[in-house]
């Protein structure tokens, strides 16, 4: 986001309005008069030059009149032929100079020009953008300029400074007074001239800095400025931007609703083909392209060249610098296409728990209809080394959904108000809740009785009605206990009564009731209902109730 905000203000720093600031009319007009001077100096050069050629050449001719030697004539018409070639291209020079013009390259044919280069391309390419920041910049390095003037000056004060404070402790030496007398006037001389240059350079400083006063009185704040920069680049370089902007979107905007209404309904006829991932991304990679490419061509028509090789710029900058990553992204498309270990509409365990891939991109979709948050977001980094297996039917994703009615191991018995992918909220049958991490709460191996459960205790009887257990008590058991579930609120869909075991101090026998899952809310109150039921039973047909006894055996008295 930073990197994006630095691109947003250099652009409009580079592209603003040139009557952003009022003050840069003064650098242009200075370096146009700094130019004008510069061709002036190489004007005088090349006259200066001219007529030393023309001068030496005069000078040869005169002295070749005078030569009888053939050999000697030969040299000096060699010399005569060299400063005249040297005259004309003299003369060319300063035609060309005052005109401004080079003459010579234009008479030549195209076929003479030599073809631009790839670093010319790309050079001409970003002129306007270099064009636009040593424009922009003009004002600051001349200021910058002028300042570093100021301190030339200012240290050459401080050494002239230094120069009279030497003169002085000299002429104050007692070495120094032998020949005083004979230096007492180059001495005043010198001072004289420190004096003069000191003077000097203390006058520029104040043309320096009355330059630099007539450069920065104008200036206003940073925000001032930067203001009347974004409302000169939103009504300029904006609007083309906004109007690309709006072409690249409803692009964009188009291909999803053709995707949504004609694409989708083609490809989910089948959607279990290894083409229709590829397809959609391949779909959706064509229909970016063709949207950034006529945004580009309106910016083309527009003639913002600047704004198109901005953009550019943008993204060779961002392709060079992620080519590192070139083989992550690799990986991570091959993922997107379904191809990798982990695809869509399969189940994966992430965290422990089961969820359904709803869907593979850049953020990666898990999906698990149990939880209350049934969808969480993961980046594809995350699921690079996961894998996944086809669903199962009725495919168990969580032991419970809220509403249900849970027995842990260690007996806590409650309803589940909530159930996330970190904690599940049980209420008690107090009304007291308890929170449980997830992980924990699968540790605790939850039974769910939401779907039916079963309620199985044994029931003694004392040793002295053996006799008639099997054939009268345990059938009249069955029957009275069947009777007064008839008339019981809470219906019991399975019921059995059977002999258990013979104990130490009792008979035993079984009990067990089976309920739907509605009737988990009552689990406890079931309990001491049918055990309430069993001791009526008992008490109405008079059978003891036996209770634990203690055996003790004496030992023999040879063992002692």
Excluded at 174 to 199: C, V, W, Y
Aim: hydrophobic letters at 40%.
């Amino acid at each position: 986001m930073k990197l994006m905000l630095s691109f947003f203000l250099l652009f409009i720093t580079l592209n603003h309005n040139p009557s952003y600031a009022q003050n840069a009319a003064p650098d242009v007009s200075d370096e146009a008069t700094s130019i004008e001077n510069d061709k002036l100096t190489n004007i005088d050069i090349l006259k200066e030059n001219l007529l030393t050629i023309g001068q030496q050449l005069k000078l040869k001719r005169e002295e070749l009149t005078k030569v009888t030697d053939t050999d000697q004539k030969n040299v000096f018409q060699e010399e005569i032929a060299r400063l005249e070639g040297r005259l004309n291209k003299a003369k060319n020079n300063l035609i060309e100079t005052i005109a401004d013009f080079k003459i010579d390259a234009a008479k030549r044919s195209p076929r003479e020009i030599k073809k631009r280069t790839l670093l010319e391309e790309v050079e001409n390419l970003i002129s306007p953008t270099l064009q636009s920041i040593q424009r922009i910049s003009a004002k600051p390095r001349r200021i910058e300029r002028l300042k570093n003037r100021i301190s030339t000056h200012e240290e050459q004060i401080r050494e002239l400074d230094q120069a009279l404070k030497n003169l002085e402790q000299i002429n104050s030496s007692p070495d120094f007074s032998e020949i005083a007398a004979q230096m007492h006037g180059a001495l005043n001389t010198a001072k004289d001239n420190i004096l003069d240059l000191r003077q000097e350079n203390q006058i520029k400083i104040n043309n320096i800095k009355e330059k630099l006063h007539e450069l920065t009185k104008d200036d206003k704040s940073v925000w001032d400025v930067t203001t009347r920069m974004i409302k000169e680049f939103l009504t300029t370089k904006g609007k083309n931007l906004l109007i690309s902007l709006c072409i690249f979107l409803f692009i964009i905007w188009f291909s999803l609703k053709f995707r949504e209404k004609i694409v989708a309904k083609v490809l989910e006829k089948r959607p279990d083909e290894w083409y229709v991932k590829p397809v959609k991304a391949f779909y959706g990679f064509a229909s970016f392209m063709f949207a950034f490419s006529m945004a580009m061509f309106t910016l083309y028509s527009l003639g913002d060249w600047v704004l198109v090789t901005f953009i550019f710029l943008v993204l060779a900058a961002i392709l060079w610098s992620s080519k590192s990553y070139i083989p992550k992204y690799l990986t991570e498309f091959k993922l997107i296409l379904n191809f990798g270990t982990i695809k869509e509409g399969e189940l994966v365990v992430y965290q422990g728990l089961p969820w359904k891939v709803k869907s593979i991109g850049f953020m990666t979709i898990f999906e698990n209809d149990f939880l209350d948050s049934k969808q969480i977001r993961i980046q594809i980094t995350e699921i690079m080394k996961m894998h996944s297996r086809k669903i199962l039917p009725n495919e168990q994703w969580f032991p419970s959904r809220t509403g249900d009615w849970i027995l842990l191991n260690d007996q806590t018995y409650g309803k589940v108000v909530s159930q996330t992918l970190e904690q599940v909220v049980m209420e008690l049958s107090n009304s007291q809740r308890r929170y449980i991490p997830t992980d924990d709460y699968l540790h605790f191996m939850p039974i769910n009785m939401s779907h039916g459960f079963v309620l199985d205790f044994t029931w003694a009887f004392d040793y002295q009605d053996q006799k008639h257990f099997s054939n009268n008590i345990l059938p009249k058991l069955e029957d009275d206990f069947r009777k007064q579930m008839k008339n019981y609120v809470h219906t019991a869909s399975q019921i059995a009564v059977d002999f258990h075991s013979a104990g130490n101090s009792s008979i035993n026998a079984y009990v067990m009731v089976k309920f739907d899952g509605p009737f988990a809310s009552y689990r406890l109150k079931i309990h001491r209902d049918l055990q309430q039921m069993l001791f009526n039973i008992a008490t109405e047909n008079s059978w003891n109730i036996p209770f634990n006894t203690i055996t003790l055996h004496k030992t023999s008295a040879w063992q002692n």
